[in-house]
């Protein structure tokens, strides 16, 4: 699926599921990131413009909080080097090295030279959260 804000692909999983508010009657297309973005500034769905309830942005809200955000300029791990093991959906993995000093955006690159899958359409989970590159200011 792509986000009509953001312009990326995502999975559905990246998506609120429910209409946002009763008086909707359509699903709306932004990724949870982009829809707490709004948020920040209206109480509305951004299509239609209806009011959204409380409850509902607080739901969105803690979906959102239980994602790992991690800006450009984290380090990736506390060691000084190790391996990744990479799986990708098709079975395939791959040992890829890292350094600590290493950016997300930066590691997701050199998965994509050795893996041609596309930065984007990675995910890259740690104890089972996902470690997401933020470019927005929240």
Known sequence: MRCTSCK???????????????????????????????????????????????????????????RIVVPPETIFAPSETGIVTVNLLDGQSYAIPFCRTETIA???????????????????IFKGDELVVCVCVC
Do not use: G, M, W, Y
């Open 8 to 66: 990326c692909d995502k999975l559905s999983s990246d998506f609120f599921c429910d209409q946002l508010s009763d008086e909707c009657d359509h699903f709306d297309p932004q990724c949870i990131n982009c829809l707490v973005v709004h948020l920040a500034h209206a109480a509305a769905c951004p299509r239609c413009s209806a009011a959204i309830s409380d409850d509902t942005i607080s739901r969105i809200r803690n979906l959102h909080v239980k």
């Open 106 to 124: 930066e590691f997701k690159t050199r998965i994509f030279k050795k893996t041609s899958v596309q930065p984007k359409k990675q995910k890259l």
